[in-house]
């Protein structure tokens, strides 16, 4: 099965959810697909296999060939091509790949090259699990194509945890595509609250079943309870805000190895996640 | 005019709490919320939405089935499959290139206006605030952000105000980049701990690239005091100042909850020395 561990408002739990869930369950692989600021490797123990950029592409100009005709600008709806009186401004950063400016040009002046815009590396644990991570270079603007490579990298897996990016915009969306099912880590404020509305509406649009955990629950603010009956969405599971669960955190520590309570709450949000899975 | 972004790299630092605590201090303020992903500014702003309009970031594609000779080109030729191999759009995959158009060799294919989100305006205590939601899953939400953030700097000029306070969206891409493009300033928001300083890092990177003047503030301070010293030993060597520490501090959550803004609310830390010359550096 895949499962998709997602949020809405960033900062809720997700890595502290995916990371121990990944050491608990026995048989699953763990991918970090939040490319701007991945995590899950910070708390794990791992070496790595392999490395391997991604690379977009982009447009070059042959100078020789361009007759500065302009029509690759007036086509480019990214404004990643300015032509100007003496020659042809390529904004590589801008510029999506998608080909448009090479079709259209009639002195054939332009190819494609290649820039990376990020690696993936693929892992394995010291209890030899599977763990692939992505990052995205700084500057960069987008990472779907990270996204997209590395999940077509480890998908074959047939068990897989996904930690995913905050948000639900295209990184987010193509984290979640094939997903089986999928666990929200939220938590009892009106921020999240309000920011896990987008997530439910992304995953009923794909149509993938979930349900959701309350971290850093026991405040008095009951208006993720009543969202959650509202809406017919199953709680998996609540973890208690713990001050001494925030420092092993801050550490970089993975809360199952230091808190019995903490692991009968993945023992419980496994359960629930997998329940009628070994019946299927 | 002046702007004033407040980001983060790691989500869940804090970004909102702060932005919305310097708020009351400012005078002739425009508020922009450019976290479109998750917009909260407004749960604790918000009098009165003034204004709300659907913003059409790209167009995608519409196929006319009559004229369609199912050549599979533009299928074949769309760099990010947003075309599926039965001749349909896969929702949330386009991204605006209009190539298919221009390829299709009976002219089925006519490019649509493609609505991406919602763009609201709010009245507010403090001045007018600008902010947008996302639709889940969309394509371009950079061109939203930067929409937000365009539409702020024309009600400031309007209105005659001075200042622009943007809260961001966590990352280090293209929303990320919206937000900070041509701002006078950015708030750096942080937290003591592996994942904040790893986020906190690559942040700052993106940040020199567009050469912008960054103050840090470390939120939650008291959770790992190692921690903390360790930003303050990173931002030292980087030439970056450590502007402000916050402690952890469970009353600033309650005030949350209860929808009043952490500086106005019941936490003893706003009453502070170091809350109060922050805020007059700031001002």
Same mark, same amino acid.
Request: net charge negative; glycine share 6%; aromatic share 8%.
């Given at each position: 099965?895949? +499962?998709? +561990? ?27 697909? @939040? +490319? ?20 977009? @592409? &982009? ?23 300015? =032509? ?24 054939? %002046? ?30 960069? =603007? ?26 639900? %915009? ?14 929200? =880590? ?25 349900? =959701? ?22 709680? &998996? ?5 713990? %001050?001494?669960?925030?420092?092993? &955190? ?18 419980? +949000?496994? %359960? ?9 | !005019? ?68 199912? /050549? ?5 030729? /769309? ?16 991204? $605006?290139?209009?190539? /298919? ?9 006519? !490019? ?16 007018? !605030? ?51 493009? $041509? ?51 990173? /931002? ?48």
């Amino acid at each position: 099965m895949k +499962i998709a +561990i997602l949020s809405g408002k960033g900062g809720t739990g997700k890595t502290t959810l995916a990371t121990n869930l990944f050491t608990y369950l026995e048989d699953y692989a763990l991918i970090d697909t @939040d +490319i701007e600021e991945p995590n899950s490797h910070l708390f794990l123990d791992f070496t790595i296999q392999d490395k391997t950029p991604v690379y977009k @592409d &982009y447009p070059v100009v042959d100078p020789n060939r361009c007759t500065l005709c302009g029509k690759c600008g007036e086509h480019c709806n990214f404004n990643a091509i300015i =032509v100007t009186a003496k020659k042809v401004i390529v904004s590589e950063d801008l510029c999506h790949s998608c080909g448009f400016c090479k079709a259209v040009c009639p002195e054939k %002046a332009i190819t494609y090259a290649k820039k990376s815009i990020g690696d993936i590396y693929h892992t394995k644990t010291s209890s030899e699990k599977d763990f692939s991570y992505g990052l995205l270079n700084t500057g960069e =603007v987008s990472g779907v194509v990270l996204v997209e490579t590395l999940k077509s990298e480890t998908f074959a897996m047939p068990n897989v945890l996904i930690d995913c990016p905050p948000g639900a %915009a295209c990184t987010t969306a193509a984290s979640i595509e094939g997903a089986d099912k999928a666990i929200i =880590v939220s938590e009892p404020t009106p921020f999240g609250v309000s920011d896990m509305d987008i997530v439910v509406e992304l995953l009923n649009n794909a149509g993938i079943d979930f349900g =959701v955990v309350i971290n850093k629950a026991g405040s008095a603010d009951t208006e993720i309870y009543d969202y959650l009956e509202k809406n017919h969405i199953p709680l &998996y599971g609540e973890i208690l805000y713990k %001050a001494s669960r925030a420092r092993h &955190y801050s550490k970089g520590e993975l809360l199952i190895y230091h808190d019995e309570a903490f692991k009968e709450n993945i023992k419980t +949000i496994a %359960a629930h996640v997998l329940e009628g899975e070994h019946h299927a | !005019m002046r702007e004033i972004a407040i980001i983060s790299g790691k989500g869940g630092t804090g970004k909102t709490t702060l932005a919305l605590s310097i708020i009351p201090y400012f005078k002739e303020l425009v508020i922009a919320d450019c976290d479109v992903d998750a917009p909260d500014m407004k749960i604790l702003l918000s009098q009165k939405q003034t204004e709300k309009n659907l913003f059409y970031g790209l167009q995608i594609p519409t196929f006319d089935y009559d004229r369609c000779i199912d /050549c599979k080109l533009c299928h074949q030729s /769309c760099a990010f499959n947003a075309i599926s191999e039965s001749i349909e759009l896969i929702p949330g995959k386009c991204e $605006g290139c209009n190539f /298919c158009e221009y390829l299709c060799p009976v002219n089925a294919i006519t !490019m649509e206006n493609h609505a991406i989100g919602h763009l609201n305006k709010h009245q507010t205590a403090y001045g007018p !605030m600008v902010d947008a939601k996302l639709f889940p899953g969309q394509e371009s939400s950079g061109k939203l952000v930067s929409e937000v953030r365009d539409k702020a700097i024309e009600l400031a000029k309007d209105t005659h105000r001075e200042t622009i306070i943007i809260d961001g969206s966590p990352g280090v891409a293209c929303n990320v980049i919206s937000t900070i493009t $041509g701002v006078d300033e950015v708030l750096v928001v942080t937290e003591p701990t592996m994942s904040g300083i790893h986020d906190l890092k690559r942040v700052i990177d993106l940040i020199k690239i567009f050469n912008i003047p960054i103050h840090v503030i470390v939120n939650k301070a008291t959770i790992n005091e190692a921690k903390t010293e360790e930003i303050k030993e990173y /931002c030292q060597e980087n030439n970056l100042k450590v502007l402000l520490e916050i402690p952890f501090d469970q009353t600033i959550v309650n005030d949350i909850s209860r929808k009043v803004i952490p500086s106005l609310g019941e936490s003893t830390f706003f009453k502070s020395k170091d809350w109060k010359a922050f805020v007059k550096h700031l001002i």
